[in-house]
């Protein structure tokens, strides 16, 4: 067609030509899409649409809020990251999928749970067999076996802990580790000197006794070293594959960094990670390292669990974990069946929970099912023990804790749901007392008051001024909901005739604060590293005090000190049990903060895909997950369903224009 | 003088805009570095990227390996040259476009620049073609219609699609087409040829119908401004059809003024959309930006900022070139 031609279709003497063009390439745009949209399946196709033996190949689709940083098991130390690394590295241990109160370590990589044999000087030693026949995934680092990964050994073990101690590699839990095996710090600060790490140097410590088994020596007694070697941070790792990604160019292809092409031995090894988009899993073939628990699970799930016990892992072929920053798309995309599970943020509370906690009708009617998990953490607000007013009273203290009424701030602020919490540990740890009564969390105005005069501040007035003592709460209001939280505590406190002033803060100068002391109350939490008591109790323990530690409050008793120290290192016992009981009725005597919660979380899983495990501390779990594809396929069928008519009645409204606009212009400009 | 003749006068326009980038980037650089530290200190930034739980040490280490522990300005141990500084360094990095790595995952920046560019693209190049095809039809029938109860009409729904933020139109535009309709997908990217289309389609469209009430009442404006002018009586006097005139001769003039526009905002389209990419789920450099400033990465926002400011000011330069180009009096002044 000539460009005259062109010009005589598309440029008549037409005066609603500028209204047509736009309304054909809108409907070019509509039919491209409707021609190569397929629905609103948001999803790219998985890798594969059959297994080998003809069943369907199983995907999981997951959102994770952000990408992670880093999926290098030796840096990786938030939520995010583990999520993903979790299944692409297995660690030596790991938490049973199903024991939760207490939690239970079971062996992963490891043969058995480790030995534990006295080492010199009062030390311990822990031996540590790995089962034979573990490989890593296939990748083309491995040169010598022609990109087969090779079997792991106890020296791929070793390598992880050197990594720790490479200044480069920044691991995060080094400075914990070394206080145990000074080997680490004396490499770091070695590597530190001459710039560069030796990888053949061997570090005092961490001993290869054979192919399979490895020692670690510790100076002195440390039970909890067991819950590290749970965690990433101990996870075997080739070193092939951190010396081949190396970010550099290679025969003119830049091969990316380790941390963004992990190399592992989990079950899913990475097929993609398109960052900002999606990470995409698929199933290693050689994994062994565990298989389907054979006991455990509540005994109403019998019928669930039983056919699966003992089956190798992981039970699905894929997964897609899709990165969704906005909790609006995160909850479309599971009301239209495009996300297996999700958590309940507050936007949709009220249409998914109902007033009694239960699932709403229209989300039970899908076979939606509704789960209420406690996270091991504690949130509290710290009294600094070091300022002259609160340090040095205690019925000043009690009395701010009795007044505080937490169950009215659950309400308020977590739609009910959260624990109140009456001692620092949360559930599931060993010691946690479930009837367990704190006399200064019953909200009790009335002795209160008493305990306020008996600190010498009848009705909150300083003798020594006649006016309202004044305390200050330092909070980081960065958002509405905080600012409504900070102006609950404040009211609570003022019930006592006192005068509550709020200084806000930036995070950073909350921090500093925090870490110098120049602070009256400040709100602070904690999430367990590990569910051993000592993880908790650590935050009162006098030499533990900040910048160094995390004892805020700056909490000093010798007698608390010297039950801690005694309890730290006891395996859990009747005994432990006793010392951890004295430990706690020394913070509830002293008050040292206020407890408030132990937060508890909603989340949602689809009917094709029920949730296996409800252990929060266990990362990979989707190895357990199990799908059913027909009843999705079917689900999805059935909740996006596209109507014609909605297409059909915008055409005829923009034809009606078009007509409208042809007959207004010829009457006139005729 | 150093240029006498009507190229040297522009020439010369030309290069007192360009020497004026200077000291307007250099403001820039300095108000973003310095809003950095009031905003988040280093140490807070390497607390909330190691982690809340991060030992000091491993703090300290993150800082140095980053330069963060050197003076802010001036570096005043003994032995050390002055300009060994945060901000020096800074400079110098920016101005010679050595954009380093992120803080957050140690990416080198220009990877990261380049692989979010094509996403941005996608959704702002067709986005701004779409609006303005739509905005300047819908302002020239109105221009048309001039003075009827349409063209009331049409300014009062103009009126009305300016009023909702685009977050309102985001929201109704995935309840209706991704929910509802299930035409497509709410949330999503996939570069793969033509199946792209699918993903862009509704941002394209949210952006192009949010952008129309303004734009339509904006360019409605040009053309009426256009329609009054002499030229436009002296053609109706000699008998040109209103068509003719508003194609032939408004439509051309009102041209100028909206290329100037259009090629004012171009450059900044590499930017992409901030709350678009981030609720679509487009890995486009606006979403890279929100990112950056929610996990703190300095090292990403600062780039951003100051690629951002370059981009803005070439418009604004390319702005200027154009209204001198097209307006003599503008090069004299």
């Given at each position: 067609?000539?460009?005259k031609s062109l ?6 003497e037409?005066?609603?030509l500028?209204?047509?063009v ?6 070019v745009?509509?039919?491209?899409c409707?021609f190569?949209?397929c629905?609103?399946?948001p999803?790219?196709?998985?890798l594969r649409?059959?297994?080998?033996d ?12 952000d990408t ?7 840096v ?5 990251g583990?999520?993903?690394?979790g ?6 241990l790991q938490?049973h999928?199903?024991k939760?109160?207490?939690?239970e370590?079971?062996p992963c990589?490891a043969?058995?749970?480790?030995r534990?044999l006295p080492?010199?000087?009062?030390g ?8 034979a ?8 680092c491995f040169?010598?076996t022609?990109?087969?990964g090779?079997?792991?050994t106890s020296?791929?073990a070793?390598y ?6 490479d200044p ?15 080997g680490?710090q ?6 530190k000197?001459?710039?560069?790490f030796?990888y053949?140097q061997?570090?005092p410590?961490?001993?290869v006794?054979?192919?399979?088994t490895?020692?670690?020596q ?7 070293i067991?819950?590290w070697l749970?965690?990433?941070f101990?996870a ?7 010396e081949?990604y190396?970010?550099r160019?290679h025969g003119?292809?830049?091969r990316?960094?380790f941390k963004?092409?992990p190399?592992?031995s989990?079950?899913f090894r990475?097929?993609e990670?398109?960052r ?8 290693h073939?050689?994994?062994r ?16 669990f ?10 699905i072929?894929?997964v897609?974990f ?5 909790g609006?798309?995160?909850w ?11 958590g309940v943020n507050k936007?949709v509370f009220?249409?998914v ?6 699932l709403?009708?229209?989300y039970?009617?899908?076979?939606v099912?509704?789960h ?14 070091e300022?002259p ?13 009795t007044a505080?009424n937490e169950?009215?701030?659950?309400e308020?602020?977590s739609n009910g749901m959260?624990?109140?919490a ?8 060993f ?17 209160a ?6 600190a010498?501040?009848?009705n909150?007035i ?16 960065d958002?509405p909901?905080?600012?409504q939280?900070?102006?609950?505590q404040?009211?609570q406190?003022?019930q ?13 100068r909350q921090?500093?604060k925090m870490?110098?002391?120049h602070?009256q ?11 051993d008591p000592e993880?908790?109790?650590f935050?009162?323990?006098?030499p ?22 005694k309890?730290?290192t006891?395996?859990?016992s ?10 706690n009725?020394?913070l509830?005597?002293?008050?040292p ?8 979380y909603?989340?949602?899983?689809q009917?094709?895909c ?7 501390l266990?990362?990979?779990?989707l ?14 069928a ?20 078009i007509g409208?606009a042809?007959?207004?212009t ?5 | 003088?150093?240029?006498?003749g009507?190229g ?23 108000i973003t570095?310095?809003l ?7 140490r807070a930034?390497a607390?909330?990227?190691l ?15 980053r330069g ?11 032995g050390?040259?002055?300009l ?9 990095s920016?101005?010679?476009f ?7 995952t140690?990416e080198?920046?220009?990877?990261v ?6 996403p941005s693209?996608l959704?702002t190049?067709?986005s701004m073609l ?14 048309l219609?001039?003075?009827s ?31 509802k ?5 709410a ?12 993903y ?15 734009e339509t009442?904006?360019y ?7 329609i009054?002018q002499?030229?436009?009586?002296t ?5 040109a ?6 194609f032939?001769?408004?439509?051309k003039?009102g041209l100028?003024s909206l ?6 905002s ?7 959309s901030?709350v678009?990419e ?12 929100i ?9 990403v926002v600062?780039?951003?900022v100051?690629?951002g400011?370059?981009l803005?000011?070439?418009g604004?330069l390319?702005?200027?070139i154009?209204y ?6 503008i090069?004299?002044?």
């Amino acid at each position: 067609m000539s460009i005259k031609s062109l010009r005589s279709t598309f440029l008549p003497e037409n005066p609603i030509l500028p209204a047509i063009v736009p309304v054909r390439f809108s409907l070019v745009l509509v039919a491209l899409c409707l021609f190569t949209g397929c629905g609103n399946n948001p999803h790219p196709s998985p890798l594969r649409e059959k297994r080998e033996d003809g069943s369907p190949w199983k995907t999981a689709y997951r959102a994770l809020p952000d990408t992670p940083r880093s999926l290098d098991p030796q840096v990786s130390y938030d939520t995010l990251g583990h999520a993903v690394i979790g299944m692409v590295y297995e660690s030596l241990l790991q938490y049973h999928p199903f024991k939760t109160d207490p939690y239970e370590l079971t062996p992963c990589l490891a043969a058995s749970l480790p030995r534990r044999l006295p080492g010199p000087g009062g030390g311990a030693i822990y031996e540590i067999k790995l089962k034979a026949g573990l490989r890593f995934h296939d990748d083309p680092c491995f040169a010598a076996t022609g990109g087969k990964g090779r079997e792991i050994t106890s020296e791929d073990a070793a390598y992880a802990f050197k990594r720790m101690a490479d200044p480069k590699v920044e691991c995060p839990i080094l400075a914990v580790l070394q206080e145990y095996i000074p080997g680490l710090q004396k490499a770091y600060e070695q590597a530190k000197a001459k710039g560069n790490f030796d990888y053949q140097q061997p570090i005092p410590g961490v001993d290869v006794v054979d192919r399979l088994t490895l020692r670690l020596q510790l100076v002195k007694p440390y039970p909890q070293i067991v819950y590290w070697l749970a965690m990433p941070f101990t996870a075997p790792v080739p070193r092939e594959a951190v010396e081949y990604y190396d970010g550099r160019r290679h025969g003119g292809e830049t091969r990316p960094q380790f941390k963004f092409h992990p190399v592992g031995s989990g079950p899913f090894r990475l097929a993609e990670w398109n960052r900002n988009r999606l990470i995409r899993l698929v199933r290693h073939e050689d994994y062994r390292a565990t298989v389907f628990p054979s006991e455990g699970w509540p005994i109403a799930e019998n019928r669930r669990f039983q056919p699966v016990a003992g089956k190798p892992l992981p039970l699905i072929d894929e997964v897609h974990f899709t990165i969704i920053r906005e909790g609006i798309p995160r909850w479309l995309l599971f009301r239209q069946g495009y996300l297996d599970s999700t958590g309940v943020n507050k936007d949709v509370f009220n249409s998914v929970v109902s007033i009694g906690q239960e699932l709403t009708a229209k989300y039970r009617k899908r076979g939606v099912q509704l789960h209420k998990d406690t996270e091991p953490s504690t949130f509290y607000m710290v009294f600094n023990m070091e300022d002259p007013v609160l340090g040095r009273n205690r019925p000043l203290r009690q009395a701010l804790s009795t007044a505080y009424n937490e169950d009215l701030s659950i309400e308020i602020f977590s739609n009910g749901m959260d624990i109140k919490a009456e001692q620092i540990l949360p559930p599931g740890v060993f010691g946690y007392q479930r009837n367990f009564v704190n006399p200064c969390r019953q909200f009790n105005l009335a002795r209160a008051k008493e305990l306020i005069a008996a600190a010498g501040y009848p009705n909150g007035i300083d003798p020594k001024t006649g006016n309202p003592l004044e305390l200050t709460i330092d909070v980081t209001s960065d958002s509405p909901e905080s600012r409504q939280l900070t102006e609950f505590q404040k009211n609570q406190f003022e019930q006592l005739g006192l005068r509550i002033k709020l200084e806000e803060n930036l995070w950073s100068r909350q921090q500093d604060k925090m870490d110098s002391g120049h602070f009256q109350i400040i709100a602070y939490g904690w999430r367990a590293d590990y569910p051993d008591p000592e993880n908790f109790f650590f935050l009162f323990y006098s030499p533990n005090r900040p910048p160094q530690g995390n004892n805020h409050s700056r909490y000093a008793s010798p007698e608390f000190d010297r039950l801690f120290e005694k309890m730290r290192t006891m395996e859990n016992s009747p005994e432990r049990l006793k010392i951890i009981h004295q430990l706690n009725a020394l913070l509830v005597e002293d008050c040292p903060c206020v407890l408030l919660s132990h937060p508890v979380y909603f989340s949602l899983n689809q009917p094709w895909c029920p949730r296996v495990s409800s252990n929060p501390l266990l990362s990979g779990g989707l190895k357990y997950a199990e799908i059913d594809s027909a009843l999705r396929q079917e689900r999805q069928a059935e909740w996006n369903h596209s109507p014609h008519w909605p297409l059909g009645f915008l055409l005829l409204l923009i034809g009606g224009a078009i007509g409208y606009a042809v007959f207004w212009t010829r009457r006139h400009h005729a | 003088m150093l240029f006498s003749g009507p190229g040297d006068i522009m020439l010369n326009y030309l290069l007192r805009r360009i020497l004026y980038l200077f000291p307007i980037v250099f403001g820039v650089m300095l108000i973003t570095f310095s809003l950095f530290y009031v905003v988040q200190s280093p140490r807070a930034m390497a607390l909330q990227i190691l982690g809340p739980k991060a030992p000091k040490e491993a703090v300290a280490n993150w800082l140095h390996n980053r330069g963060y522990d050197k003076p802010l300005f001036f570096n005043t141990a003994p032995g050390k040259p002055p300009l060994d500084s945060q901000f020096f360094h800074y400079i110098k990095s920016l101005a010679i476009f050595d954009f380093g790595v992120s803080d957050a995952t140690g990416e080198p920046l220009t990877e990261v620049f380049k692989r979010g560019a094509i996403p941005s693209l996608l959704i702002t190049l067709p986005s701004m073609l779409l609006g303005l095809f739509l905005s300047v039809s819908f302002s020239l029938f109105l221009v048309l219609v001039r003075k009827s109860l349409i063209d009331l009409t049409g300014v009062f729904i103009c009126v009305v699609l300016m009023s909702f933020p685009i977050m309102d139109y985001v929201i109704l535009g995935q309840w209706l087409i991704a929910i509802k309709t299930s035409y497509l997908p709410a949330f999503g990217f996939n570069l793969e040829g033509i199946t792209t289309a699918k993903y862009l389609a509704l941002p394209v469209c949210i952006a192009a119908v949010a952008g129309l009430g303004a734009e339509t009442r904006l360019y409605r404006s040009i053309f009426l401004e256009e329609i009054n002018q002499d030229y436009v009586r002296t053609a109706k006097a000699k008998g040109a059809s209103p068509n003719r005139i508003l194609f032939s001769h408004v439509f051309k003039n009102g041209l100028i003024s909206l290329i100037t526009l259009v090629v004012a905002s171009l450059p900044f389209l590499i930017m992409g959309s901030l709350v678009l990419e981030s609720f679509f789920g487009i890995p486009g450099l606006g979403n890279l930006t929100i990112t950056a400033i929610r996990t703190s990465d300095f090292a990403v926002v600062r780039a951003v900022v100051y690629l951002g400011s370059l981009l803005y000011i070439l418009g604004l330069l390319l702005t200027d070139i154009c209204y001198a180009a097209v307006d003599p009096r503008i090069r004299f002044q």
